[in-house]
T-cell receptor, first 108, second 113 residues
Framework: QKEVEQNSGPLSVPEGAIASLNCTYS??????FFWYRQYSGKSPELIMF????GDKEDGRFTAQLNKASQYVSLLIRDSQPSDSATYLC????????FGKGTRLSVIA | DAGITQSPRHKVTETGTPVTLRCHQT?????MYWYRQDPGHGLRLIHY???????DKGEVSDGYSVSRSKTEDFLLTLESATSSQTSVYFC????????????FGPGTRLLVL
């Protein structure tokens, strides 16, 4: 059974700071990794995907992948109160396997 | 917007009654999925479909059945609802040729009394 682990949080950061969200996965053969954002009472929304080792940047978001350590992270720069949500890590495993999510709270 | 709708959006039912949830897509995607989301468990896959009349079980399929007679519709049926099936149910789709990236519908909140 493939597993994806995330710290449930809450992770609290002040407005303008960098929020760092982390995820580990059990299947060393996994190739595709996704980050979803879920606001309370809403459906998950895809914000980033990454396939290769290293960093991938999209606006204020950076996804980082280290396959050797089986570790994927999401950095949110200049955090805003509107970033307060639960962030779900997902790993492709026929089909996706989701972590339980990390709740982020950005304090104004 | 992946053009996914779910109906009903909210439902209250009683234990032992059958319930059918509908997922409808307008984009002709091949893959469709049903998940449930519960506190402490995250998103768990119930069933998925990779084409008309082609379905497979997910992690938590017991007590659920699915049908897909048209590309655009994927139905989830609880044959005899139980209180443990109280949950939020999400449908998701994958764009044809990109099976890995999933997009979610708005969800159905089901309460089984």
């Amino acid at each position: 059974q493939k597993e994806v682990e995330q710290n449930s949080g809450p992770l609290s950061v002040p407005e303008g700071a960098i929020a760092s969200l982390n995820c580990t996965y059990s299947d060393r053969g996994s190739q595709s990794f996704f980050w979803y954002r879920q606001y309370s009472g809403k459906s998950p929304e895809l914000i980033m995907f990454i396939y290769s080792n290293g960093d991938k940047e999209d606006g204020r978001f950076t996804a980082q992948l280290n396959k050797a350590s089986q570790y994927v992270s999401l950095l949110i720069r200049d955090s805003q109160p509107s970033d307060s949500a639960t962030y779900l890590c997902a790993v492709y495993g026929t089909p996706l396997v989701f972590g339980k999510g990390t709740r982020l709270s950005v304090i104004a | 917007d992946a053009g996914i709708t779910q109906s009903p959006r909210h439902k209250v039912t009683e234990t032992g009654t059958p319930v059918t949830l509908r997922c409808h897509q307008t984009e002709n995607h091949r893959y469709m999925y049903w998940y449930r989301q519960d506190p402490g468990h995250g998103l768990r896959l119930i069933h998925y479909s990779y084409g008309v009349k082609d379905t497979d079980k997910g992690e938590v399929s017991d007590g659920y059945s699915v049908s897909r007679s048209k590309t655009e519709d994927f139905l989830l049926t609880l044959e005899s609802a139980t209180s443990s099936q109280t949950s939020v149910y999400f449908c998701a789709i994958s764009e044809s040729g990109n099976t890995e990236t999933q997009y979610f519908g708005p969800g159905t909140r089901l309460l089984v009394l």
